[in-house]
């Protein structure tokens, strides 16, 4: 399996292209050659990064600020991504909550459910048709390593990525043979605007630095395992520790480890 090559009509589309790990996506599609639609809220952001990328690389780079959360925002893009010549989608933005689920604030869990689990599969469901009817076309499901085990106070973010881990990885299987292939990017601590969002400031501090990876090395180590027809793709040490040992230690004994855990991260 490799990437599909890239044409001046087909597109790579990134979501969560804004920031973090979906900026050095869309970067090193477009210095591979795609032309690209980056997808997020911020528009001023897609703007400014499509026309940086499409001036470096000499690609064509199309934005869509869409709130991806929102079911009929989202039914918008998928119907005309249905009608695109898609050859990569990053199913990549995201954002996680930590504390306790009775005190969250029920529509900002409803929205990480919206955003992390039922986007991801809305637009994969959107795309796979015509890839499959083409037999060629890469998919990227930006999951997580919180989603390899339970995660008592960051609750939803977990069931959200186990979710987004386990589709991936089951489509990969489901896949092999059509020309189509799916990815699942399972990242650790990476740098990036997520702890500022999810509001816990300790995150960035409690892990010594060498532990995190950067978002270009994550965007990195996810396109050249798309190119391989990965699996999974887990980047950095501390990552695939956390990987195996999520998988490995009895749910009796990391449930009681993570809860302390995360109730320091807030
Ligand atoms: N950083 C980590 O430690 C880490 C670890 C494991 C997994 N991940 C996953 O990696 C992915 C990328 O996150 P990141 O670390 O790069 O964080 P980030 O810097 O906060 O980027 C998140 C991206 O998602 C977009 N987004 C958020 N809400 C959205 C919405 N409602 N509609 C459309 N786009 C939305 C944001 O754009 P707008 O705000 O402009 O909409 C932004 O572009 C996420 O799925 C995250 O869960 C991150």
Redesign the pocket.
């Known amino acids: 399996m490799s990437l599909p090559p890239p044409t001046p009509a087909m597109r790579a589309v990134v979501?969560?292209?804004?920031?973090?790990?979906?900026v050095a996506l869309a970067e090193g599609l477009a210095r591979r050659g795609y032309s690209l639609i980056l997808?997020?809220?911020?528009e001023d952001?897609l703007r400014e990064l499509a026309d940086r990328l499409a001036q470096r690389y000499g690609i064509e780079a199309e934005i869509r600020s869409?709130?991806?959360?929102d079911r009929a925002e989202r039914a918008k893009l998928c119907d005309e991504l249905a009608t695109r010549d898609i050859a990569v989608l990053c199913n990549?933005?995201?954002?996680?909550t930590y504390g306790e689920l009775a005190t969250a604030n029920p529509e900002r869990e409803r929205?990480q459910v919206e955003?992390?689990s039922v986007a991801v599969h809305d637009l994969t469901l959107a795309v796979l048709p015509t890839m499959l009817a083409r037999g060629v076309g890469a998919i990227l499901i930006?999951?997580?390593?919180?989603g390899n085990q339970p995660g008592p106070n960051n609750a939803t973010y977990a069931a959200s990525?186990a979710f987004a881990n386990t589709l991936a990885e089951s489509l990969h299987s489901e896949l092999v043979g059509t020309g189509v292939q799916c990815t699942l990017l399972a990242?650790?601590?990476?740098?990036?605007?997520?702890a500022e969002?999810a509001e816990v400031p300790k995150l960035d501090g409690m892990l010594p630095g060498p532990l995190w990876v950067s978002?270009e090395q994550a965007a990195t180590a996810a396109i050249a395992g798309m190119a391989a027809g990965r699996r999974r793709v887990v980047p950095g040490v501390f990552a695939k520790v956390q990987t195996v040992s999520g998988q490995y230690t009895p749910r009796s004994l990391i449930g009681p480890i993570l809860r302390t855990v995360y109730r320091r991260v807030k």
Request: no cysteine.
């Open positions: 979501t969560g292209a804004s920031s973090g790990i979906g997808i997020a809220r911020r952001r869409v709130d991806l959360s990549n933005a995201g954002f996680a929205q955003l992390n930006t999951g997580s390593t919180a990525k990242p650790g601590p990476v740098r990036t605007e997520y969002v978002a």
